[in-house]
């Protein structure tokens, strides 16, 4: 069985920073890309970041030069350290194992995690 557990998130100021943490079951981490999405109230989902097996990483637009995805390949664990938070940075924030083709299904979610930028 596929699990992903989120963790990291909760109430940090503008201009502040957090970590979230993604530890999925060895299974699925050893093949998959990896990505954090977000989905703030009213909105849909999109995604924030990405990382491939292979490293190869893209990010929304909004969090270049602020967010940082990495994977820890040892300890099945992706990373999204966020910086320089901003109040339109707040959402519930969910991790995904997207698997190559062959699997069923392919897609993966964590439960989430809400990140709120407030003063």
């Known amino acids: 069985q596929v699990q992903l557990v989120e963790s990291g998130g909760g109430l940090v100021q503008p201009g502040g920073s957090l970590r979230l943490s993604c530890v999925a079951s060895?299974?699925?981490?050893?093949?998959?890309?990896m990505g954090w999405y977000r989905q703030a109230p009213g909105k849909q989902r999109e995604l924030v970041a990405a990382i491939t097996t292979g490293g190869s990483k893209n990010y929304l637009d909004s969090a270049k030069g602020r967010f940082t995805i990495s994977r820890d390949n040892a300890n099945n664990t992706v990373y999204l350290q966020m910086n320089s938070l901003r109040p339109d940075d707040t959402a519930v924030y969910y991790c995904?194992?997207?698997?190559?083709?062959?699997?069923?299904?392919?897609?993966?979610w964590g439960q989430g995690t809400q990140v709120t930028v407030s003063s």
């Open positions: 060895r299974s699925i981490f050893s093949v998959a890309t």
């Open positions: 995904l194992a997207n698997a190559p083709w062959g699997w069923s299904p392919r897609d993966y």
